[in-house]
């Protein structure tokens, strides 16, 4: 019976895109009034998506100017922020109205600018502003879309931003070049912490290993937020250093320890009665994340819990996030793709773990989290 549902719900679909590939039916289904809200709907979308990099360069002019910083508690003129910035007034204004219209500013009677809602949501969501800073990189790769589809060879500037996704020997790479995206992860980590905090509170857990965890940043978080749990990560050792600065600088040391290595090749550390993945099986071909869950659950004790927390496809409010977004990201930094969350839980199943379940995620565009447990009772086989 459901595959009949979705054979008529398919084909429905397909009539309708037939309908709307004729101007003239367009215009009939905007005038008639039981269509006509959808048609509006659907016309603004497609515009959207036309205008979508117009819409990011607003973003990014507002952010490199701190515009709205600017704006959040005091309203002002076009000419005064002009002066304020030392921007031209006719054309600071063209800016202004510009976000107004996309909400990230708010125009006053008066006529004066002050932070919007959008805008207000940016400076409450510091990575944002440095994933804005870092799209330039990004876009240079999707100057030519249609040749990044056809390249296979991986040479864009997003594979060579993250150095570890393109190099034989990442346990070689330095501090130099492993700080740039290690800084970006950092300040990206905190919305997903969240996410992960409310979803699984280690309560019952004594000590989490964090894999690929960077400078600390999300074990740091958690360690913080959870006083009774011992933290620990593993990473490349160029990254590990950062992590043990920034242990030391949190006050972490008593509770906070740091293991060096490459968690695609080597062993990884045991111990822990929780690990998590933040942001590491969206950066692997299936191959490699297949037998990443698996030293993990190697490393787990009996019963132990594995957390994954990322940007998953399919998730509903966040649709383009996924496959659309990180999608090509991933495309042009050469390796990884975004999976649905039964898509992950079928590797954790492959790799050996039971009790497999995705969490409900308030904020999907950030992250959302799967857990599993590894089997309590294991057959020599599987062992």
Avoid at 39 to 46: G, H, I, S
Avoid at 85 to 93: A, M, N, S, V, Y
Avoid at 227 to 238: K, M, Q, Y
Avoid at 352 to 364: D, E, M, Y
Wanted: proline share 4%.
């Amino acid at each position: 019976m459901a595959t009949l549902k979705n054979s008529i719900s398919d084909r429905a679909r397909q009539v309708y895109a037939r309908q709307l590939m004729s101007t003239r039916r367009q215009n009939q289904l905007a005038e008639f009034p039981l269509t006509r809200g959808i048609a509006k709907r659907k016309a603004r979308k497609l515009f959207d998506i036309c205008a979508g990099f117009v819409y990011s360069q607003i973003l990014k002019a507002c952010v490199e100017l701190d515009l709205f910083t600017l704006l959040a508690d005091t309203p002002m003129a076009a000419r005064d922020i002009a002066a304020k910035l030392d921007l031209l007034g006719d054309r600071t204004e063209r800016l202004c109205d510009a976000a107004v219209a996309l909400d990230l500013l708010d125009r006053r009677s008066d006529g004066t600018y002050i932070v919007g809602e959008m805008g207000a949501s940016v400076i409450g969501c510091p990575g944002l502003v440095e994933m804005v800073r870092h799209h330039d990189i990004f876009y240079d790769d999707l100057r030519d879309p249609v040749a990044l589809l056809r390249d296979g060879e991986g040479n864009t500037e997003l594979s060579r931003y993250w150095t570890y996704a393109a190099g034989d020997a990442p346990a070689g790479l330095d501090a130099e070049a492993v700080s740039s995206y290690s800084d970006l992860m950092a300040a990206t980590v905190p919305p997903i912490a969240e996410e992960v905090l409310g979803a699984y509170g280690f309560t019952s857990d004594d000590r989490l290993l964090d894999i690929g965890g960077g400078n600390g940043a999300f074990a740091s978080i958690v360690a913080r937020r959870t006083p009774h749990l011992s933290v620990s990560t593993f990473d490349l050792p160029a990254v590990s250093a950062l992590a043990r600065a920034r242990f030391v600088a949190d006050g972490l040391t008593e509770r906070a320890d740091v293991h060096e290595g490459d968690f695609l090749s080597d062993a990884l550390p045991s111990g822990a009665d929780v690990i998590s993945l933040v942001r590491v099986l969206i950066d692997l071909n299936d191959g490699a994340a297949l037998g990443l869950l698996r030293r993990v659950r190697d490393a787990l004790p009996r019963g132990g819990t594995i957390v994954v927390a990322e940007h998953m496809s399919d998730a509903r409010g966040a649709e383009p996030a996924g496959d659309a977004y990180f999608g090509l990201y991933l495309l042009a930094m050469g390796r990884g793709r975004p999976r649905t969350p039964k898509q992950i839980c079928s590797l954790l199943n492959r790799a050996g773990f039971t009790a497999v379940r995705t969490i409900g995620s308030a904020r999907p565009v950030f992250a959302q989290v799967v857990l599993g447990r590894r089997k309590e009772e294991e057959s020599a086989h599987e062992e």
